[in-house]
């Protein structure tokens, strides 16, 4: 191990090769997740809900049992004609490509998400790689960033944040900082409790006077999330940078688009894309505003 460290460390192009090369094998796995988890989630509510009632709900129909979902079953087929996509079929990038975008057998157009979140799951990858290195914090850095990934399209589809991908991330962080990787563990203790309670009580605050909700409670555990990793001194800069463009983008949909002010508009992605970019740069970017605001 130790000779592979140090081969990695002097063979720059070798490990930003192999970490591109295997985040487009990862990225393609998340594809997997984004379309996947929430219908699985939505199964597993159901059966819930049948446990509880215990009426003619209980026992669920063939059509029920057939549709069960899991993460690696049934395999991954063509929605259109249910050709089942072959091996060759499902290299990142490189099937989708070759394939010209489009089934082999029906020939119906394959989205560009695929390739893009491949893509975008390779690229955010190395710029990773390239700011932390050769180092156990690279790869915990990779897995925040391959959740957030997940995190950011299911909300924008679903107006979702699943807790099976955000506390994990949560306890990541936590476990992380044990030895100080990033921060004082008692900064990421003390930015997880204060991520949590700062939308928390906002929440709770918007609801009273307007009796309304104005974010999910998934919000609450994402900025937890980035605070056990950042610690609590950034969160400041990541919900100003969220709120900011959040409030662009929705002044622009409802300029450009006609989206209605009454309609929701998921905020995790807008805190999954800042508190990335809060990890990476946030010292900079927080001293360049304070110089700025002085």
Not at 134 to 156: A, M, Q
Not at 176 to 202: F, K, R, T
């Amino acid at each position: 191990m130790t000779d592979l460290i140090a081969l990695l460390t002097h063979a720059p192009l070798v490990f930003f090769g192999l970490v591109f090369i295997f985040s487009l094998m990862i990225g393609s796995f998340l594809n997997v997740v984004i379309y996947r988890l929430p219908k699985i989630l939505e199964q597993g509510w159901k059966r819930d809900c049948r446990e509880f009632l215990a009426d003619e709900l209980a026992n669920p129909t063939q059509a029920d049992k057939a549709a069960v979902m899991t993460l690696s079953t049934p395999a991954s087929s063509c929605p259109n004609c249910q050709h089942k996509i072959r091996f060759y079929e499902n290299i990142p990038l490189l099937s989708w490509l070759f394939l010209r975008g489009k089934c082999s057998q029906c020939q119906t157009k394959i989205s560009y998400r695929y390739p893009l979140v491949e893509l975008a799951t390779g690229l955010l990858s190395l710029v990773i790689a390239a700011h932390y290195g050769v180092s156990l914090t690279t790869l915990f850095l990779l897995c925040l960033t391959w959740g957030l990934i997940c995190l950011t399209l299911i909300d924008y589809d679903h107006m979702l944040l699943p807790d099976q991908i955000t506390l994990p991330l949560l306890w990541l962080g936590l476990l992380v900082n044990i030895n100080g990787a990033l921060i004082p563990l008692s900064d990421a203790v003390i930015g997880a409790v204060v991520g949590y309670l700062s939308l928390y009580s906002v929440f709770w605050l918007f609801k009273l006077v307007t009796g309304k909700e104005g974010m999910g409670h998934g919000d609450f555990k994402l900025v937890a999330v980035f605070g056990a990793w950042l610690g609590w001194q950034l969160l400041p800069l990541l919900i100003l940078m969220a709120s900011l463009v959040g409030a662009i983008i929705g002044i622009s949909l409802m300029v450009f688009s006609h989206h209605q002010r009454e309609q929701a508009i998921p905020f995790g992605p807008y805190l999954a894309i800042s508190g990335w970019i809060t990890l990476l740069w946030g010292n900079t970017i927080w001293s360049w505003y304070l110089s700025f605001l002085s």
